[in-house]
């Protein structure tokens, strides 16, 4: 798979967004909304809750920094970043089937159930910005 696409002016500033977005979500999951992050973490994993807050915190991190400076492997770090967030889907729903609030704004079921369909936005948008979408179309090729 070919790491270097080009990438269009708007998929650079969705990308620096994102960006931004991780390395916000990576410092809050080691800050501020630590405790809040714990309640996503589904009972069954079988690891102390604070340690996946902090693990998945330090994993954002990585990420966004890799997302803004990484430009060789941009189009893996899209995948990897679109796996990522398949993979912690599992404690979103987890806190809308258990009712647990956080943030102060999912403190009902409707709100934990909207946040649901965002998740497969923000796949997209880490494979659309990073150019893994293209990179793998011309592959196909």
Request: proline content about 3%; hydrophobic content about 50%.
């Amino acid at each position: 798979m070919k790491s270097e696409v080009r990438t269009t002016t708007t998929q650079n500033i969705f990308r620096i967004i994102l960006a931004s977005f991780m390395l916000i979500a990576g410092y809050s999951h080691l800050t501020f909304f630590r405790e809040d992050f714990q309640a996503q973490v589904p009972d069954w994993v079988p690891m102390s809750k604070d340690l996946v807050v902090l693990l998945s915190g330090v994993v954002e991190i990585i990420l966004g920094l890799a997302l803004l400076f990484w430009k060789a492997k941009r189009v893996y770090i899209g995948w990897f970043l679109g796996l990522f967030f398949i993979l912690v889907f599992p404690g979103n729903v987890a806190q809308y089937l258990d009712h647990k609030d956080a943030f102060g704004s999912l403190d009902t079921d409707q709100a934990r159930l909207m946040r649901l369909f965002f998740q497969p936005v923000l796949i997209a948008w880490a494979i659309w910005s990073t150019g893994a979408w293209t990179a793998y179309r011309q592959r196909k090729k």
